[in-house]
């Protein structure tokens, strides 16, 4: 157990004499599932192409409550989710450096392992922007952005508040209804991918989609795997710090234009983390892994460089 919490994850040793340690984080209604097609590029790029010296050392852990890790005691948040996966890198692991790389929430725990754990995670890959400045947007740009995203947000907000305030609730509906949770999980898949609309398929296969539905229903994770938010809210929210420092270790950032957390300029998310690789891409939503693996492969490869 890490800090009592049998951690469930993937590993792929890298090629090569010295893979790079690589962290990968899922989110919600995520699961690893989300990376069965970067996980082996990513730890054997000379197989498809690549160049063995590009290799990671690949380890994907479920979230605590998540899938085939246990649950917390009670609910915990993504800054207490990262000390347990930099304790399942270090203490566990033995690594005594290590990249860190995520999307939904495994982009607010790769922050928090950035900002709370800098002496191990020497860098952080981040394809959304979960974290928010307590001063707010400043600039013209950044105040278009404000108002867009809380429009954007009008439609979204249902399931996070109930998640988030009375998650019990819906686990006691959702926990005896596969259908239901089906509904639940692909409804974001769709909304949140970069497809027409009606057209999920285009993007997600009925295997994967249904690989990453039956992880929660076989693992009996609906419930525990929603704590997350009411986790966070008892943890402070979005606010990365009060005093307004930011994550100091070097940031790589893929904005695919179709996220459903819109992104906010540069200029703002320059005010949360040390950028040293941004990368705009063409088209692509949420869930970056399974929507473009070769593009996120390529954008985690090119930041890893200018990080080494």
């Not at 082996?40 to 852990?61: K, N, Q, S």
């Not at 009925?206 to 229903?217: A, P, V």
């Not at 950028?275 to 692509?284: A, C, L």
Request: glycine share 10%.
């Amino acid at each position: 157990p890490v800090d009592g919490i049998d951690m469930h994850f993937i590993y792929e040793k890298g090629s090569g004499a010295n893979p790079v340690p690589l962290m990968i984080s899922h989110g919600w209604p995520g699961s690893v599932a989300e990376f069965y097609e970067i996980i082996e590029p990513l730890a054997h790029p000379e197989r498809f192409g690549g160049r063995e010296e590009d290799a990671f050392t690949v380890v994907a852990p479920s979230l605590p409550g998540f899938g085939f890790s246990t649950r917390p005691e009670r609910p915990i948040g993504p800054r207490k989710m990262a000390e347990v996966i930099n304790n399942l890198m270090t203490n566990t692991l033995g690594f005594d450096k290590y990249l860190a790389q995520g999307g939904d929430w495994g982009g607010a725990v790769c922050s928090w392992l950035g900002f709370d754990h800098a002496s191990a995670c020497s860098g952080i890959h981040i394809n959304v922007l979960t974290m928010r400045h307590p001063e707010g947007a400043k600039t013209p740009e950044e105040h278009a952005w404000e108002k867009k995203f809380a429009l954007d947000q009008v439609m979204q907000d249902g399931y996070r508040t109930q998640q988030a305030t009375r998650p019990q609730t819906l686990s006691y509906a959702m926990m005896d209804s596969p259908v239901g949770i089906a509904a639940w999980l692909i409804e974001k898949f769709h909304d949140w991918s970069d497809v027409e609309v009606g057209k999920i398929e285009d993007v997600h296969s009925k295997d994967s989609l249904l690989t990453n539905i039956m992880i929660y229903i076989t693992t009996k994770t609906f419930n525990t795997a929603s704590w997350i938010y009411y986790g966070r809210r008892e943890e402070g929210g979005r606010i990365l710090s009060p005093g307004g420092n930011r994550v100091e270790v070097p940031t790589g950032c893929a904005v695919f234009p179709k996220e459903m957390l819109r992104w906010p300029p540069r200029s703002y998310v320059e005010r949360l983390y040390n950028i040293q690789h941004w990368t705009e891409m063409e088209s692509g939503g949420h869930f970056a892994a399974m929507e473009r693996p070769q593009w996120l492969i390529d954008d985690i490869r090119s930041f890893a460089r200018k990080v080494k």
